[in-house]
């Protein structure tokens, strides 16, 4: 996965999950944008914040709504989250280079789009429909 075209492979069946999912992708695919058609350096910076402010606030919605169900994964997913989010303030911390940063900041994402959100996210949606006892 690198252009971040949402399909529906990638949704999970939550509502407010897929929700910020897409959101996510729209400004990974604006960050690639701005990183590609060399854009200023300012522009990129601020495309590479938006990006992964926005991871973190998605990640910490995720945790609320993991909280609020009693998930039974709720400390595996966190750090999980958290991993993700210490990788990218590293990097960002150290790399100057706001078109290198997109360029790290792309495949983070791309790897935790890949293997996270429809692992480990779609076994918070299955959670959800069991205790509904519904598919949704
Ligand atoms: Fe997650």
């Not at 590609?36 to 495309?47: L, P, T, Y």
């Not at 990640?59 to 039974?72: D, Q, V």
């Not at 959800?128 to 598919?135: L, P």
């Amino acid at each position: 996965m690198t252009d971040f075209e949402w399909n529906p492979d990638y949704a999970i069946g939550h509502f407010q999950i897929d929700d910020e999912h897409r959101k996510l992708f729209r400004l990974a695919r604006k960050m690639m944008n701005v990183s590609c058609v060399r854009a200023s350096e300012k522009e990129i910076k601020a495309a590479v914040k938006a990006l992964s402010d926005y991871t973190k606030i998605h990640f910490r919605n995720e945790e609320r709504l993991m909280e609020s169900i009693g998930y039974p994964d709720l400390e595996k997913h966190r750090a999980a989250h958290a991993y993700i989010i210490e990788q990218i303030s590293n990097f960002l911390a150290a790399e100057p280079s706001p078109v290198r940063q997109a360029k790290r900041l792309k495949e983070i994402i791309s790897t935790w789009v890949d293997g996270h959100t429809t692992g480990e996210d779609l076994k918070i949606a299955r959670f959800i429909a069991s205790r509904r006892g519904t598919n949704n």
